[in-house]
T-cell receptor
């Protein structure tokens, strides 16, 4: 299995621009998570989906952030408009659910820099 | 968000030395996990612990689930250069908290050859 695939690996954009991050979970996994990693706050859960349905988005920082999962093999995290404080590494993770729902498999992340 | 108290924040050791790190929480977790993150990559699961007092090994790694369920420990024996990275503890409350992990701030490990 190729694992969780994220794109792009790096994104540099200017303040005010729209940013879209993409994720392909491991095939067969029915839970998908978006995490953000910063030096100050560590790893934070932004939102997670079960069977393509958003279950908990309480970690989404504000309305500028939105996430979708149109099908079982694809999810996007969008920031519009982006701000410098959004600069971070964004990780997508997936898990099979059931008895092993705590075992998350992470992608390689997207390093976002907002200038 | 809520964080676990992980220590030490960083360690500089010589190859061959043993390493110990720990994680504490003010609240109970039903599962403790330890992840390793290499530079430019996502965290990778090393060990998962499911029962208070449980001691589990994975090669040179040994982890323990604290008896109070509020802490966990990770030991690495005979460290090698490829052990370099950031080690994260994570707690999971179980039940309906699917995949919602609470992470520690990480321990940065540097191994000198």
């Amino acid at each position: 299995d190729a694992g969780v695939i994220q794109s792009p690996r790096h994104e540099v954009t200017e303040m005010g621009q729209e940013v879209t991050l993409r994720c392909k979970p491991i095939s067969g996994h029915d839970y998908l998570f978006w995490y953000r990693q910063t030096m100050m706050r560590g790893l934070e859960l932004l939102i997670y989906f079960n069977n393509n349905v958003p279950i908990d988005d309480s970690g989404m920082p504000e309305d500028r952030f939105s996430a979708k999962m149109p099908n079982a093999s694809f999810s996007t995290l969008k920031i519009q408009p982006s701000e410098p404080r959004d600069s971070a590494v964004y990780f997508c993770a997936s898990t099979l659910g059931g008895a092993t729902n705590e075992k998350l498999f992470f992608g390689s992340g997207t390093q976002l820099s907002v200038l | 968000g809520q964080q676990l108290n992980q220590s030490p924040q960083s360690m500089f050791i010589q190859e061959g030395e043993d390493v110990s790190m720990n994680c504490t929480s003010s609240s109970i977790f039903n599962t403790w996990l330890w992840y390793k993150q290499d530079p430019g990559e996502g965290p990778v699961l090393l060990i998962a612990l499911y029962k208070a007092g449980e001691l589990t090994s994975n090669g040179r790694l040994t982890a323990q689930f604290g008896i109070t369920r509020k802490d966990s420990f990770l030991n690495i024996s005979a460290s090698i250069p490829s052990d370099v990275g950031i080690y994260f503890c994570a707690g999971h409350r179980g039940g309906t908290s699917y995949g919602k992990l609470t992470f520690g701030q990480g321990t940065i490990l540097t191994v000198h050859p």
